[in-house]
């Protein structure tokens, strides 16, 4: 297990002092990637490989949001890979000790050269110590989607928005999904598919729906149509 101490500080949170949804999962990765350095196969190790981990799924519960100020623990661990998958969990915890967001990952590693999946082999392992599972409820990777999607907007990928990929940040997604939610909701839980790359400038139409107390948003490239990513919401009911 790889862990690191975070304060919650300014510019992690929203207009109500807590966590935003884009800060967690920020801090989330950010222990995912930070995990990965430790062993010697951060950004420039997989850069050199020509290889890299994208995110193709997370599956986040929240008990409650981190508040300003408020000093956590961010945990991480794989518990299993497959040919061309990796599987991970990542938690909150707070100074008391209690897991107050936790979530499950999927991961597959990229053949930059080909953007498409490669074999995890033994030297792509080395490092990463299997651990048991979270014990939380596996909803696997797709999302289910409402027959109907209403157009509400439509948005350019900004420069702010770019990773070292050079496509749109996993983070950014949710960010942008939360825009259409209302202010008076209480999010528990988060569920985000991904499904291809977004680049600068290129223009993303926002579809929407909203069954009972879950808000879907699909972001789907305007000139190619292809999904770029699906963001589920789930409320306090």
Request: proline share 3%; hydrophobic share 35%; net charge negative.
């Amino acid at each position: 297990m790889y862990t690191y101490n975070k304060k919650i500080l300014f510019s992690d949170i929203d207009s109500n002092s807590k966590m935003t949804v884009g800060g967690i999962l920020n801090a989330m990765q950010d222990c995912v990637n930070i995990n990965s350095e430790s062993i010697g196969r951060g950004i420039d190790y997989m850069m050199e490989k020509g290889r890299t981990w994208f995110a193709i799924s997370w599956n986040i519960d929240i008990k409650r949001f981190p508040t300003m100020f408020e000093d956590v623990v961010v945990k991480t661990w794989p518990y299993d890979f497959t040919t061309t998958m990796g599987y991970r969990n990542v938690i909150i915890t707070d100074s008391d000790g209690n897991d107050i967001v936790t979530a499950d990952s999927m991961w597959t590693l990229m053949d930059m050269t080909t953007g498409r999946p490669t074999k995890i082999n033994d030297e792509d392992r080395l490092g990463y110590d299997l651990e048991d599972k979270y014990p939380m409820e596996s909803l696997g990777r797709k999302i289910k989607l409402p027959k109907e999607l209403d157009t509400v907007d439509t948005v350019s990928v900004r420069k702010a928005d770019i990773d070292y990929n050079g496509h749109m940040s996993n983070g950014k997604y949710i960010e942008l999904a939360n825009e259409y939610i209302p202010f008076d909701v209480e999010v528990k839980k988060i569920r985000v598919e991904y499904k291809s790359q977004s680049k600068y400038k290129e223009n993303i139409l926002i579809k929407r729906a909203i069954e009972d107390n879950r808000h879907i948003i699909v972001m789907v490239g305007e000139e190619a149509g292809d999904t770029k990513a699906t963001v589920e919401f789930t409320m306090e009911v």
